[in-house]
């Protein structure tokens, strides 16, 4: 069985850093396509950053420059590092996982009907 938990979340002020965390059991890590999503209230789910089995991310331009993803195979730990957070980075982050090992195409990569797995999430606010 799947199982995605993420933690790393909270309550930071403009301009500062989180790293979330996607704890990943039932699944091999270093053989599939993983990602970060996020929604805001009232808007839909995004893609915000994915990682290919062999390391290569992508990540919307929104976030490009800001958003770091990277996984550990050993630890079985998906990351991803947030800087420079704006206001508007306040949403519910999402981990998911996909059975998919051949290259996606960028927007593939980063749509949500791509991915099977998902975690419960955890809450990014950030005050101006």
């Known amino acids: 069985q799947v199982q995605l938990v993420e933690s790393g979340g909270g309550s930071v002020q403009a301009g500062g850093s989180l790293r979330l965390s996607c704890a990943v059991s039932?699944?091999?890590?270093?053989?599939?396509?993983m990602a970060w999503f996020r929604q805001s209230p009232g808007k839909e789910r995004e893609g915000v950053a994915a990682?290919?089995?062999?390391?290569?991310?992508h990540y919307a331009d929104s976030v490009k420059g800001r958003f770091t993803i990277s996984q550990d195979n050993a630890k079985r730990t998906l990351y991803l590092h947030i800087s420079s957070l704006k206001p508007e980075d306040t949403a519910m982050y999402y981990c998911?996982?996909?059975?998919?090992?051949?290259?996606?195409?960028?927007?593939?990569?980063?749509?949500?009907?791509?991915?099977?797995?998902w975690g419960q999430g955890t809450q990014v606010t950030v005050s101006s």
């Open positions: 998911a996982a996909t059975l998919y090992s051949y290259s996606l195409t960028y927007r593939q990569s980063l749509d949500e009907s791509t991915y099977w797995y």
């Open positions: 039932g699944y091999s890590i270093s053989r599939y396509y």
């Open positions: 990682i290919r089995s062999d390391g290569s991310p």
